[in-house]
Nanobody, 122 residues
């Protein structure tokens, strides 16, 4: 069994930054793609960013390109999401996800974290 525990969410103002962390426990972490999804009220859950096991291949949603950066530290079983220039439309619950394969676009999620709230005020 794999457990994903997120941290780092909170309430910030537009233009601020946050860094989310997700630490995995259980089965091997380092060979599988990891990513961050988000779900805003009334909207579907969407993939924000994904990374391959090495970190050499990444995916970003168009809405966050140039503002968000995903990274991972396999020695710590942790994946990060650095979010800069946050905007109110970034407000959502952010979920860490472990993919079922190597593709950073994470078409299939094997495990979900519990989610962490990010709220961006004007």
């Amino acid at each position: 069994q794999v457990q994903l525990v997120e941290s780092g969410g909170g309430l910030v103002q537009a233009g601020d930054s946050l860094r989310l962390s997700c630490t995995a426990s259980g089965r091997s972490f380092s060979t599988i793609a990891m990513g961050w999804f988000r779900q805003a009220p009334g909207k579907e859950r969407e993939l924000v960013a994904g990374t391959s096991w090495s970190g050499g291949s990444t995916y970003y949603a168009d809405s966050v390109k140039g503002r968000f950066t995903i990274s991972r530290d396999n020695a710590k079983n942790t994946v990060y999401l650095q979010m800069n220039s946050l905007q109110p439309e970034d407000t959502a619950i952010y979920y860490c996800a472990r993919g079922a394969e190597f593709d950073p676009r994470i078409r299939v999620v094997a495990y979900w974290g519990q989610g962490t709230q990010v709220t961006v005020s004007t």
